[in-house]
């Protein structure tokens, strides 16, 4: 079973960045999906971004044009830049793991504990 770990999480103003990042540790799919999601007070959870083994991402709507997902993979590390936070952005952000089988379905079975980022007008 693969061991996530978030980090990077924190305060922040708005309009300022934060990089969050995500090391894997264990056993990797060979083919496998990452996400990024957040669940915000009150909020739904929310798939904010997505990356297939080919490092192909997505993002939610919500977020497009502002964050970005990337990996490095000789460092079995996921990250999520922030840009130009909003308060809206505010919560506790997941990082999720699955074969791209799993992904594809929208689910994911890995799941690291989470960081929490505050944005502050």
């Known amino acids: 079973q693969v061991s996530l770990a978030e980090s990077g999480g924190g305060p922040a103003q708005a309009g300022g960045s934060l990089r969050l990042s995500c090391v894997a540790f264990g056993y990797n799919y060979s083919s496998h999906c990452m996400a990024w999601v957040r669940q915000g007070p009150g909020k739904e959870r929310e798939r904010v971004a997505t990356?297939?083994?080919?490092?192909?991402?997505t993002y939610a709507d919500s977020v497009k044009g502002r964050f970005t997902i990337s990996k490095d993979s000789a460092k079995m590390t996921l990250y999520l830049e922030m840009r130009s936070l909003k308060v809206e952005d505010t919560g506790m952000y997941y990082c999720?793991?699955?074969?791209?089988?799993?992904?594809?379905?929208?689910?994911?079975?890995?799941w690291g504990p989470g960081t929490r980022v505050t944005v502050s007008s």
């Open positions: 999720a793991q699955s074969a791209c089988w799993l992904a594809d379905q929208g689910e994911y079975n890995y």
């Open positions: 990356i297939d083994s080919s490092g192909s991402a």
